[in-house]
């Protein structure tokens, strides 16, 4: 879903994966991700034995690769740290917080989301999050936040113009 996104084709994403292990994983946006279980498996595993996965053909460039710790050197310098939780006391509506993280200039954001089995994404990144919000009266999916929080993004940076061409206000 994150890299079929309109954000993602216009550049303006970047996914990083931590794992309950502390390994990050950087996805390249050219990457699809396998549509079946079975092959997301296997290409996870060969991920992990030979730490990078490089595209077939003469391209050979690097789709999903593993990074050093910690994940924070990978964000961009002084960009806020957003964390996302169901249970956080401060609700927002995504497009109200992508238009507040925007201001007074357009800047990157650091998103984090939870995609855990058991346990809280909150406890996984205290250290580094600066603030905890919710986006829904209701849990959410992972995929769900994602798109919701793509949605406002792509809505606040006027994604659609970009992708017709117009100038934007964060091209200028």
Request: proline content about 6%.
């Amino acid at each position: 879903m994150l890299l079929d996104s309109p954000l993602n084709r216009v550049g303006k994403l970047q996914v990083f994966i931590r794992t309950r292990k502390n390994v990050i994983i950087e996805v390249n946006p050219k990457t699809r991700i396998p549509r079946t279980f079975d092959r997301f498996c296997g290409l996870m595993v060969q991920l992990l034995h030979k730490l990078s996965i490089h595209a077939e053909g003469g391209n050979r460039e690097k789709l999903l690769k593993i990074v050093k710790n910690p994940v924070t050197r990978h964000f961009p310098i002084g960009a806020p740290v957003i964390t996302m939780s169901f249970s956080s006391k401060e609700q927002i509506k995504p497009i109200q917080l992508a238009e507040e993280t925007q201001k007074p200039n357009p800047q990157s954001v650091v998103i984090v989301i939870g995609a855990l089995a058991h346990g809280s994404v909150v406890d996984t990144c205290k250290e580094f999050t600066q603030r905890t919000v919710s986006i829904s009266n209701f849990p959410l999916s992972a995929a769900q936040t994602c798109a919701r929080i793509c949605t406002a993004f792509e809505e606040v940076w006027c994604v659609e113009d970009i992708l017709s061409g117009v100038k934007t206000p964060i091209e200028t």
